[in-house]
């Protein structure tokens, strides 16, 4: 197993456009956290899984942003609309159990 | 509200002494301290934890203490070594590390040899 990874590394868009992000957990990880990374920022926490149950939504995540974890396995966060504001690093991470979780190396988005 | 603190944005340490990373929260529920580190275009790895149970945890050349009284703990790596030069997040967590993680804002660790 070759830990958490995600899909694109990077990605520039248009402000207005819709973005899909894909991670894919280590294997036998029954949560899945998303996190979001802006300059000078530690990571802040968006939202988690355990399996396919999305248990918890910061009140960071807006309307405009929505994550899945189908059948408990990889799981996307899209972002409708982006605005120049989204322009973040966007991390995953799962974990048997919470502590000591492993992240993945991100997503850049940029918004232009 | 920054309920995880790093107050220094950057330390730097000459190689072999010993460096020191604080940090300070203010929430009372949170139970569990990690600490993580990150180099440019990786996710944060996982360093080292603690327990409110306890004050001190060692592992290898690197230990943390907690001081639960004065909410604050701290990373000691000693000796410090070029490959440490990376940013370092203090996070913490309630029900004994069952919940979510909050992050301060990373301290820039730099080794000079």
């Known amino acids: 197993d070759t830990g958490v990874s995600q899909d694109p590394r990077h990605k520039i868009t248009k402000r207005g456009q819709n973005v899909t992000f894909r991670c894919d957990p280590i294997?036998?990880?029954?949560?899945l956290y998303w996190y979001r990374q802006t300059l000078g920022q530690g990571p802040e926490f968006l939202t988690y899984?355990?399996?396919?149950?999305?248990?918890?939504k910061s009140r960071l995540l807006s309307d405009r942003f929505s994550a899945e974890r189908p059948k408990g396995s990889f799981s996307t966060l899209e972002i409708q609309r982006t605005e120049q504001g989204d322009s973040a690093m966007y991390l995953c991470?799962?974990?048997?159990?919470?502590?000591?979780?492993?992240f993945g190396s991100g997503t850049r988005l940029t918004v232009v | 509200d920054q309920q995880v603190k790093q107050n220094s944005p950057s330390l730097s340490v000459q190689e072999g002494r010993i460096s020191i990373l604080n940090c300070d929260y203010t929430?009372?529920?949170?139970?569990?301290f990690l600490w993580y580190k990150k180099y440019p275009a990786e996710g944060p790895t996982f360093l080292i934890s603690?327990?409110?149970?306890?004050d001190k945890n060692e592992d290898g050349r690197f230990t943390v203490f907690l001081n639960k009284s004065a909410k604050h703990l701290s990373l000691h790596i000693v000796p410090s070594q070029p490959g440490d030069s990376a940013v370092y997040f203090c996070?913490?967590?309630?029900?004994?590390?069952?919940?979510?993680?909050?992050f301060g804002t990373g301290t820039r660790l730099t080794i000079i040899p």
């Open positions: 991470a799962s974990s048997a159990r919470t502590y000591g979780y492993t």
């Open positions: 899984f355990q399996n396919e149950a999305q248990l918890e």
């Open positions: 929430n009372s529920m949170f139970d569990y």
């Open positions: 294997s036998e990880h029954n949560r």
């Open positions: 996070a913490a967590s309630a029900n004994f590390g069952n919940e979510k993680l909050t």
């Open positions: 603690i327990s409110s149970i306890k």
